[in-house]
């Protein structure tokens, strides 16, 4: 449920980005979805196809990056094995997540007059 | 050019944003963390299952630590203030936030109920603030609040396996409060080894305690691990000019 608040938050940042640009339509948002960041695609995509109405980026396509999570140790970068306690079978450090937490609007495709 | 009339054609630019979407919450809560540090108050954000024990821990904590530390709290509720009114009743100044239909707290939200007012007061005066969440193993994990420390309530009748279906919850958690282990006994395939295994593989420094509200067991550890956090935030260091960041409260 809270997929609706991020998504209000990703049109107001759309509302910014798209404001050095008069007359811009946004086409194309880009936006990456870590595994491990909270949030369930499909519902982000229901909400955005709710929210966006009215805004900047009503009418535009949403492309949505899942990415995977990757956790690595943090001493040596070793990868850890899907699943597998969190701890670094080469030297033992502990874990970072290296990938998948993330929630980023990326990048905006957007239509400009040529004038 | 449109060879058809001459007229200009669109052109489809690429615009590089690269931004975060919880920017504007972690802004907040940036202004947050630099208050809780500048009043040497450790706020910690209490997560976990409607029901899971959050409040009772509060309560105890209360019994526990009530004459040698100052205490406070807010409690995050959809539609009720018993929670707030249970933790006053047990010596703790708090106020409720209703979030009405959100699922879990922001730090706009917390930073409202703070600012000003008794509770404060209450707030910028204590050594330990707790910040109970909405029972909730999803949505609350995502938003950092200016918590020095994210704690999870997860209490043993919830079975063994909540830290592998809420990996996102138990990633962010600095410590899981293992709560109502007095029911151990009657659990038939619950066992503390089960959940810690569990727990290896999401929580990246996995730190567990076994605690019951009911008889007591835990609490000295719990008191132990708050004493801690106390001394690593009065040891950190004060922001350097307290209202050097552009200072606008909203509420
Ligand atoms: N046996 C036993 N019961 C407990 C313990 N801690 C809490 N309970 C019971 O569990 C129920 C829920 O406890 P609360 O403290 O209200 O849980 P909560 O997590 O604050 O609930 P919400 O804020 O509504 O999500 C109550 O009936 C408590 O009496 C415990 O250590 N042992
Ligand atoms: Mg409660
Ligand atoms: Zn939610
Ligand atoms: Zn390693």
Redesign the pocket.
């Known amino acids: 449920m809270h997929e609706a608040s991020l998504v209000s938050a990703l049109c107001d940042q759309i509302d910014r980005a798209v404001a050095p640009h008069p007359g811009a339509l946004v086409r194309v948002v880009h936006v990456r979805l870590g595994e491990l960041a909270g949030v369930e695609p499909e519902l982000f995509r229901v909400a955005f196809e709710t929210l966006r109405e009215g805004r900047a980026c009503d009418g535009a396509t949403l492309s949505i990056v899942h990415e995977l999570a990757e956790w690595r140790c943090r001493a040596c970068d070793a990868a850890i094995t899907r699943g597998a306690a969190l701890r670094c079978n080469a030297c033992g450090g502990a874990a970072r997540l290296a990938r998948g937490g993330d929630l980023f609007l990326d990048r905006l495709e957007l239509e400009v007059p040529d004038v | 050019m449109c060879d058809v009339c001459g007229c200009g054609d669109p052109k489809v630019v690429s615009v590089d944003v690269h931004a975060s979407l919880l920017s504007a919450n972690d802004h907040e809560a940036a202004h947050l963390r630099a208050h809780f540090l500048e009043d040497g108050v450790t706020a910690i954000n209490l997560m976990?299952?409607?029901?899971?024990?959050?409040?009772?821990?509060?309560?105890?904590t209360a019994r526990a630590l009530g004459g040698r530390l100052r205490l406070a709290a807010v409690?995050g509720?959809l539609a009720t203030t018993?929670?707030a009114d249970?933790l006053a009743l047990a010596g703790i100044p708090s106020a409720p936030i209703t979030t009405g239909t959100a699922c879990h707290l922001d730090a706009a939200m917390v930073a409202g109920a703070v600012h000003g007012g008794v509770i404060g007061e209450a707030v910028r005066t204590s050594d330990l603030f707790f910040i109970?969440n909405?029972?909730n193993l999803v949505c609350p994990a995502i938003y950092d609040l200016g918590q020095a420390a994210n704690v999870v309530?997860l209490?043993v009748t919830e079975g063994i396996d909540k830290p592998l279906k809420y990996p996102v919850m138990f990633k962010a958690a600095d410590l899981v409060v293992l709560?109502?282990?007095?029911?151990l006994p009657h659990l038939r395939g619950v066992s503390v080894g089960a959940i810690a295994d569990a727990l290896s593989r999401v929580m990246p420094t996995p730190r567990l305690i076994e605690?019951?509200?009911?008889?007591g067991t835990g609490l000295a550890a719990w008191a132990e691990w708050l004493m801690a956090r106390r001394d690593e935030v009065r040891r950190a260091p004060r922001p350097a000019h307290p209202h050097s960041h552009g200072h606008e409260h909203q509420r």
């Open positions: 976990g299952s409607p029901g899971s024990g959050k409040t009772a821990l509060l309560e105890a409690s509720d018993h929670d249970r109970e909405v029972g309530a209490s709560t109502k282990v007095d029911l605690l019951s509200a009911v008889d």
